[in-house]
């Protein structure tokens, strides 16, 4: 079974080699169409504390390492300026 992968937002970076990231998946709502954003957080392993708030990366599921935390940074797509 392949890993699992998302991409999203870092919207936290305050915890030691943790970041927390945003991903947000688009559905259509069954009877009315619209498109509708639905967001989650996930708490992901950055080892060498390189994430910034606002950069752009993906992620993907690993063993759990922590408590809270089952996903590791596995690339920064998009640094923040």
Do not use: L
């Not at 079974?1 to 080699?17: A, C, L, T």
């Not at 967001?39 to 060498?48: I, L, M, Q, V």
């Amino acid at each position: 079974m392949p890993k699992k992968e998302r991409q999203g937002v870092v919207i936290s970076n305050k915890m030691e080699k943790t970041v927390v990231v945003k991903v947000a998946s688009y559905n259509q709502h069954p009877k009315y169409k619209k498109i509708i954003e639905t967001t989650k957080n996930y708490k992901a392993h950055d080892e060498e504390n390189k994430c910034d708030e606002g950069d752009t990366v993906k992620i993907v599921e690993s063993k759990p390492i922590s408590g809270g935390k089952h996903w590791v940074v596995s690339e920064i797509v998009e640094k923040v300026k």
